[in-house]
């Protein structure tokens, strides 16, 4: 496992750093190991900007891309899933806080952080919130199923005693 990667949030947002690198699925921590992913080999790219938003907060843009291999849900074969995600994510102190201003929008994604944030944990959390709820294929031949009967079929009889228009 690679070594983790922690910033001091106030210190980064202050100076407008922005941090960019990959990491391998299999680094991330094992909770975020999904059962749909298919190869845990995959390499996800990543890039974090700070700032301040219009609250003077602490804001995360957080952006991911990389190809990962899924389970498909339906015919159980791998198939490629482009991740492409952006994420604004805002920091507070505290709970109370974060809930405060999610009822305030609640368009707003947000999160408690202390001091220290530990980017590798922002990756898992923004990695699972892509994947598809229930990942398939996009033409999988396996959900259209044809039902082949010799028998025939009970309403061909009413057929006839349509009257013509």
């Not at 407008?16 to 190991?33: E, F, I, Y």
């Not at 003077?56 to 991911?64: A, F, S, T, V």
């Amino acid at each position: 496992m690679s070594d983790r990667i922690s910033i001091d949030a106030e210190a980064f947002a202050a100076s407008g750093q922005t941090l960019q690198g990959k990491v391998s699925l299999q680094d991330l921590d094992a909770r975020s190991h999904s059962p749909d992913i298919a190869d845990l080999a995959a390499e996800v790219s990543y890039s974090l900007a700070a700032g301040r938003d219009d609250w003077d907060r602490i804001r995360l843009r957080l952006h991911l891309a990389g190809s990962l291999k899924l389970c498909c849900q339906r015919c159980l074969q791998p198939f490629d899933f482009e991740l492409d995600e952006t994420a604004q994510v805002v920091l507070f102190a505290d709970e109370e806080a974060l809930d405060q201003a999610v009822q305030d929008d609640d368009t707003l994604e947000g999160m408690v952080c202390g001091r220290e944030l530990d980017v590798y944990s922002l990756l898992e959390d923004q990695i699972l919130m892509a994947l598809p709820f229930s990942p398939k294929h996009e033409n999988c031949g396996s959900g259209e199923t044809s039902v082949q009967s010799d028998k025939p079929n009970p309403f061909a009889a009413l057929a006839g005693l349509k009257k013509p228009d």
